[in-house]
């Protein structure tokens, strides 16, 4: 079938995009889902920085590639062995498909599937293979979804069902903002009622964790940012206190907290923001990042410090998460008004307008926009 993606077919276009247009709006052709495969109608899809740092050659994937990765949608064909859903079905896409088999997998860390890693990186589907074609041969798949195009066929095991009367523009935000940002509290620092939490970097995923925090019970959820609308926005989300990133930042913190939190998470993506997370965690304490820098950027870390302090240093993907257990718990909190993510959405685009919204979010205007492709 024919279809429309935004294809991106060269990394490291010059700002801004709405000009230079490094994201091309084009008729792709998408094969019929094959073994374990599923084909989806997508209603909406947010724009993340993950997609943004493939644009900009921070994280080199192949090209041609259909970008998008965080979306919902409704399944409009099954491919063979595929019977646990059903057309109709409402879906949120998953950006690391989970083989199942492998060691990590069975140790329930689906998020650290060995396949779904190598399907990822090579810009394929779990299987290996690629749906979708072009005049010149196979355009590639990003993180196993390819989701801002009209219809993605994907792995059955990149996807979790949701209720149907879960609204499909809001349900795109669990499959990676919500995952990441409140997965790295609940299950990667594991937050206790009443400890002290930092967030460096709030984007959809640092304002997420901000979310999480309050969920958990955190005493204090400090925000830490360079804008002051997000600053603002981490208020209205719970945090109990909010500090410019900067010089001081440190320092503030630090005195907020009698020394350091018990909990800082580092979503910024930026080795000076995880080296300003270590230094605002208290001795005993946790650090985790969830933030991607460029593949060659190193930390450098105080060996005695770790040792002698007893320091914790964790790395995050996809907020450690099971996707198809969490993402469930996720929804009926949201329901419950404990986690608006709701409030993360800084507004909606067509397609023909992606190349604007990643502007936005490159100059920190937004914090989530969804291309939405229902109304």
């Given amino acids: 079938m024919k279809i429309e993606a935004a294809v991106l077919r060269q990394r490291g276009a010059p700002l801004p995009y709405a000009d230079s247009r490094p994201l091309a709006i084009e008729t792709l052709e998408l094969d019929p889902p094959g073994k374990s495969e599923v084909l989806v109608r997508i209603a909406a899809a947010g724009l993340c920085h993950s997609d943004l740092s493939v644009i900009n050659g921070d994280r080199p994937r192949p090209v041609p590639m259909a970008l998008g990765h965080e ?4 399944v409009e064909a099954l491919g063979e062995g595929v019977d646990d859903l059903a057309v109709g079905d409402h879906v949120v896409m998953v950006f690391m498909p989970s083989c199942g088999h492998c060691l990590p997998c069975a140790e329930g860390r689906p998020a650290l599937c060995g396949p779904g890693a190598v399907a990822n990186g090579a810009g394929t589907l779990l299987s290996g293979g690629t749906r979708l074609h072009d005049a010149d041969g196979a355009v590639h798949h ?3 979804c390819s989701a801002f195009a009209s219809h993605a066929v994907v792995s059955r095991r990149s996807l979790v069902r949701i209720d149907a009367d879960l609204p499909l523009h809001e349900a795109a935000l669990f499959g990676c903002a919500v995952l990441t940002g409140v997965g790295a509290v609940v299950n990667t ?12 970097g709030l984007g959809g995923v ?3 964790a901000v979310l999480g925090a309050v969920a958990a019970g955190a005493a204090q959820v400090i925000a830490v940012d360079l804008s002051d609308d997000k600053l603002s926005l981490a208020r209205e989300l719970g945090a109990t206190a909010v500090v410019k990133a900067g010089a001081e930042a440190v320092e503030h913190v630090r005195t907020l907290t009698n020394g350091g939190c018990d909990v800082v998470l580092e979503m910024a993506g930026s080795v000076r923001a995880l080296e300003s997370a270590v230094a605002m965690t208290r001795r005993g304490g946790t650090t985790v990042t969830a933030g991607l820098p460029p593949p060659d950027a190193a930390l450098p870390v105080n060996v005695v410090a770790l040792v002698g302090e007893e320091r914790t240093l964790k790395g995050s993907y996809i907020g450690t998460c099971v996707p198809a257990r969490d993402i469930p718990r996720y929804v009926a909190l949201y329901r419950a008004g404990r986690l608006p993510v709701d409030r993360l959405v800084s507004g909606y685009l067509t397609l023909a307008d992606i190349n604007r919204g990643f502007d936005d979010l490159h100059a920190g205007r937004a914090v989530r926009q969804i291309v939405r492709f229902e109304a």
């Fill in 189 to 200: 620092a594991a937050v206790k009622a009443g400890q002290t939490v930092a967030v460096i």
């Fill in 206 to 208: 640092g304002l997420a």
């Fill in 71 to 74: 979306a919902a949608g409704v």
């Fill in 142 to 144: 990003h993180l196993g």
